[in-house]
């Protein structure tokens, strides 16, 4: 089946394009910064990862700052993420809701390459062109957010919202009557609920894998220029298998497609118990690429069929919140274990039990009736 998008999904795809170059910054690029700071105060690869994992690099005095800008930033980036998921429902259709989501997904990954590729020089060749490894995060930073803007603008022309709760007197306080009330119901609606609950843990993994992939590779001692040539090469590859993985939403049960890339991650996560050479990062890195944007957007149009459009708003921001376990649950576990037992290929394979829950939560919700 083939599809010709409209200007409204084209847009809508566009602002994907702009918000993935901040994640591949905060996966990629931040990394080396720390890493360098991590050197400077003689930090080992355990403690490195472990800090890293949990964020508590802020300790290091002046870098205190940008944590508190990062943190804000981040904060923006995941609430700007449950409006513009939200809008999926208002820029398509049901039969055509899994071939947007995908699209939005592939051309982010391949769109970000763009400003990435800009920053990551700008990082890795601050000295040789005369600035400190601080201004070439700030302009990194600068590109990034133009980038982003400037994508932003056509959705914001042409977005027209079609599913809302009519407009009511006191509307900040009866927003939080109706989200307290939406709480209260979403365990009796078990499919939903089911859902947020697997989604919880298998996007949890997701995330803790994209988010420290670049600070696991440098603590086994991988060269960064190599790590962070896998990552592109992760980028490159999501995109065929994003529009492919929509392609076959239209053939297959989405369902399906979400179980089989559970268990895909979970085969990753296995694998990298094992992982101790270079080249097994780059196979990894691939697999990831495979089934990151199939994961990702399959899960998004999914719930948009089991949520009653007008509260899209409201169950999105829950999603949100279940997907923002890769916060603190994901990285918790890493940096707990790396220190315990001082191997990170082991905390890095503990995420295959998130993506066990993933499968047994989901199962049960696809029992349920919608």
Known sequence: MKFKMTTEEKNWVLYDVGNSAFVLLVSTIIPIYFNYLAEKAGLSSVDYLAFWGCFLLGFINYWFVFLIVFIIAKIGFSGSLIFYDSMLIDVTTPKRVDHVSSQGYAWGYIGSCVPFVICLGLVLGASKIGLSMEMSMIISFAIIALWWFCLTL??????????????????????????????????????????????????????????????????????????????????????????????????????????ICILAYLGISIFAIFLTKQWQFWVLAILVGMFQGGIQSLSRSYFTKIIPSEKSGEYFGLMDVCGKGASFLGTTVISVLSQWTGQVNLSLGALSIFFMLGIVFFRMSEKREG
């Open 154 to 259: 056509p959705l914001l022309k042409t977005y027209k919202q079609k599913y809302y709760v009519e407009r009511q007197p006191k509307a900040i306080s009866n927003s939080f009557k109706r989200l307290g009330t939406t709480l209260k119901n979403i365990r009796k609606e078990k499919k939903i609920f089911l859902f947020l609950l697997a989604f919880f843990f298998y996007i949890d993994g997701v995330y803790t894998i994209i988010d420290m992939a670049t600070a696991y590779g440098t603590a086994l001692g991988f060269e960064s220029t190599s790590l962070l040539l896998a990552l592109l090469l992760t980028q490159v590859v999501a995109f065929p298998f994003a529009i492919l993985f929509g392609r076959l939403a239209t053939k297959y049960n989405t369902s399906k497609l979400i179980v």
